[in-house]
């Protein structure tokens, strides 16, 4: 599952973005977006999979990919600008899982982080 830690103030340095109970050792890519959405993924081999972060522009931000490490975590630095409005950003896991469904992989849960000054 996603998870936030450290500051929620815009400019800090010290936020990060976590992928926390995963499977070890596997591929995981982090989607970050500024809109939420709602997309199942069943005809793409995914059921009962549903993207909760928008994926296409303008309101996409990045696509990350990371390796978990052996206990199933992952995480990425995510420092945000001072000059960035007070915003929230929604951010969702797609884990590499081969034989979990057709497509081999599975999405977590969404995450709502929502910055401050």
Do not use: K
């Not at 977006?33 to 296409?56: I, K, Q, R």
């Not at 303008?58 to 978990?68: I, M, V």
Request: with cysteine; proline share 9%; aromatic share 8%.
């Amino acid at each position: 599952d996603p998870q936030w830690t450290g500051s929620l103030a815009l400019g800090s340095e010290f936020g990060r973005i976590e992928l926390v109970q995963a499977p070890s050792n596997t591929g995981a890519f982090l989607i970050a977006s500024l809109a939420t959405a709602a997309t199942p993924l069943a005809s793409f081999g995914l059921p009962g999979c549903t993207l909760l972060v928008d994926p296409a522009a303008p309101d996409h931000l990045a696509t990350a990919f990371l390796q978990t490490n052996n206990v199933g975590e992952a995480g990425l630095d995510l420092p945000i600008p001072g000059f960035v409005p007070r915003t929230s950003i929604f951010f969702q896991w797609a884990l590499l899982e081969p034989g979990s469904n057709a497509a081999g992989a599975r999405l977590t849960r969404g995450l709502d982080v929502a910055f401050r000054r």
